[in-house]
T-cell receptor, first 113, second 111 residues
């Protein structure tokens, strides 16, 4: 158990809908990272937050947004969902902003029908 | 061309075999190289972390980086059924920037 928690574990929804994925980092970690993992693309970095501020953006679609709250938990919002958004979404956290010290959560499996 | 290429496998070996997992990359500026292990329905966990070229050993695992060939490897000695997982390579220019991941190689160690 990495200490990073993600809810929900599974999510099934329809195209065009909006969902929110939640992540609680390890105690003491200030950075949160979001990743999307699909079979053909592998693990793709979406976005990083550090102590409430956006630090870096990767391959995040405009339909997706994230935020980190004062208690350091983070939410990833996915809107106007398409079939191709079906994937595993992972959250990771680290103490500082260095990517080599990330601990990953168990992921949320999103299925868009 | 993808930043990082990794053969997806699947790879199936008998228990006790030596396993070699490999990745190639295109960005010669990459200096930090990592290997993650991902069990089914779990998040990735860090196995090995190396900087620049050379070898690093940790128990049954050896990570090797050849920057001149833009090629990294992970060797698993005396493989065990508990090593059955997907192995992801990842790399970056520095630790403050995003890591680029390979698509992962699925490994099964048969008892």
């Amino acid at each position: 158990d990495s200490g990073v928690t993600q809810t929900p574990k599974h999510l099934i929804t329809a195209t065009g809908q909006r969902v929110t994925l939640r992540c609680s980092p390890r105690s003491g970690d200030l950075s949160v990272y979001w990743y999307q993992q699909s079979l053909d693309q592998g693990l793709q970095f979406l976005i990083q937050y550090y102590n409430g501020e956006e630090r870096a953006k990767g391959n995040i679609l405009e339909r997706f947004s994230a935020q980190q709250f004062p208690d350091l938990h983070s939410e990833l919002n996915l809107s106007s969902l398409e079939l191709g958004d079906s994937a595993l979404y992972f959250c990771a956290s680290s103490v500082g902003g260095t990517y080599n010290e990330q601990f990953f959560g168990p992921g949320t499996r999103l299925t868009v029908l | 061309q993808k930043e990082v290429e990794q053969d997806p496998g699947p790879l199936s070996v008998p228990e006790g075999a030596i396993v070699s997992l490999n990745c190639t990359y295109s960005n010669s500026a990459f200096q930090y190289f990592m290997w993650y292990r991902q069990y089914s329905r779990k998040g990735p966990e860090l196995l090995m972390y190396t900087y620049s070229s050379g070898n690093k050993e940790d128990g049954r695992f050896t990570a090797q980086v050849d920057k001149s060939s833009k090629y990294i490897s992970l060797f698993i000695r005396d493989s065990q059924p508990s090593d059955s997982a997907t192995y992801l390579c990842a790399m970056s220019v520095n630790t403050g920037n995003q890591f680029y991941f390979g698509t992962g190689t699925s490994l099964t160690v048969i008892p």
